[in-house]
């Protein structure tokens, strides 16, 4: 990060003579060419969530998690009912243009002073799993917290075990920052946690990068990419 030095000679960041607080991110749906990102309605969205995550026959997707698997669908929408009334985590249903209900994810630890929001509580059903759709949910709410919203930082954090979630991370052009060592304990465990984001100054080029990866050109009659994420 550029900076300068004060009066004193010593060195400082750079200035931001026009920073102002930014807006705190509302429930709005972001439409894409092939997924749909609503906010998180229980009454229309749970029992397709629950079934649609019910497919992973494992349960292994709710291990990095701190809540979940849940038992019934019951007990997931008791879940979902609790979790749609929060602002910060705020959550949202993906989904694809193409089927049900299939995953969710969070605008979570929501600093407007310092324009900075986190995407996490992430749960993808295994048809959205590697999917386009997928990809172009994370695409939707990025676009959302620096062209809407003006944010500076996008942050992405996990427990440095989960590797699935750190390749994600960085196939979506977030940068390792570094491990918050013993930062969290759940479901009786303790968690390291790795830290990732993207600054405002290397959106724009990723954007691009987003937009020519997300062309249906890039994509075959059944939906192979020709170029990858990272290449596009």
């Not at 979790?83 to 193409?98: E, G, S």
């Not at 992430?122 to 590697?130: D, N, V, Y």
Request: aromatic share 12%; with cysteine.
């Amino acid at each position: 990060m550029t900076g300068t030095n004060n009066h004193l000679g010593q060195p400082i960041g750079a200035a931001l003579p026009s920073w102002t607080t930014r807006p705190f991110p509302q429930r709005v749906a972001m439409t894409g060419r092939t997924v749909r990102v609503e906010p998180l309605d229980p009454a229309r969205h749970a029992m397709a969530l629950h079934a649609a995550f019910a497919e992973d026959v494992t349960d292994a997707g709710w291990t990095y998690l701190p809540y979940g698997p849940f038992a019934s669908a019951d007990s997931f929408g008791e879940w979902a009912e609790a979790a749609a009334a929060k602002n910060d985590p705020l959550f949202f249903t993906i989904l694809p243009r193409q089927g049900p209900p299939a995953g969710l994810a969070a605008l979570q630890r929501i600093d407007v002073g310092n324009g900075v929001a986190e995407v996490g509580n992430i749960h993808f059903a295994p048809s959205l799993s590697r999917s386009i759709a997928a990809t172009e949910a994370m695409y939707l709410m990025m676009r959302y917290v620096f062209d809407d919203l003006g944010y500076r930082r996008y942050e992405w954090k996990c427990d440095s075990l989960n590797a699935k979630s750190r390749a994600a991370a960085e196939r979506l052009g977030f940068r390792f920052e570094g491990v918050f060592r013993q930062a969290v304990v759940y479901k009786g465990r303790s968690r390291d946690t790795a830290w990732y984001s993207i600054v405002d100054g290397e959106w724009p080029a990723l954007k691009v990068r987003f937009d020519r990866w997300l062309a249906a050109e890039n994509f075959d009659d059944v939906g192979h990419q020709r170029k990858r994420l990272q290449d596009a």
